[in-house]
């Protein structure tokens, strides 16, 4: 997805079964002639690549399983992904909060809610971030407000003494995204 806001930047969602599907995917593309071959070539195109997170969606708000070729207009959606950065893992009053609060955001949708997965990272050619509680939302919409927008923060409740940060980042999918 491109971030309308740091056009140097990048992310990248993927999704996996289960990590034992997350292991054979890593190891199938990286240890692949593929990634051999254009290695060098694409590692010189990044600037940073260790912003990485394990994320466990919750099964209510999974990701999308629309294809790319699935789009309802010729202008594609555009995404706000939220990072609650927490204090402590997430409780489940608290994703609850979280999720109530952006489910009543006007003219957007929740496309996916997931946490922190808390399983050692079983693939260490690719580094994750550890030791970090975070609870990341997808929304879509069909705006894209503009500047900074206190909308994604819950007003009151749990988040109040649990959310430490909450970055917003404005993305809009590529032509092969699965999201649109």
């Known amino acids: 997805m ?7 930047t990048f992310t990248w969602l993927r999704g996996f079964v289960d990590m034992r599907s997350r292991l054979d995917g890593l190891e199938a593309f990286y240890c692949g002639d593929i990634w051999a071959q254009h290695r060098d070539a694409a590692n010189a195109t990044m600037i940073d690549s ?6 466990d969606p919750l099964p209510s708000y999974a990701p999308p399983a629309r294809g790319i070729n ?3 207009s010729n202008r594609p959606r555009q995404h706000r992904v939220i990072t609650y950065q927490l204090i402590e893992p997430a409780s489940s009053e608290l994703v609850e909060s979280i999720r109530h609060h952006l489910e009543r955001v006007d003219g957007w949708t929740l496309e996916l809610l997931a946490v922190t997965l808390d399983q050692p990272n079983d693939f260490p050619a690719l580094p994750v971030r550890e030791g970090e509680s975070v609870v990341v939302a997808v929304m879509s919409g069909d705006h894209l407000p503009t500047g900074p927008d206190p909308l994604w923060r819950p007003p009151d409740g749990p988040a109040d003494f649990a959310i430490v940060d909450c970055d917003t980042f404005r993305l809009v999918p590529t032509t092969r995204s699965r999201l649109e």
């Open 2 to 8: 491109i971030d309308l806001d740091h056009p140097d």
């Open 50 to 55: 260790d912003d990485v997170r394990l994320l």
């Open 70 to 72: 699935d789009r309802r």
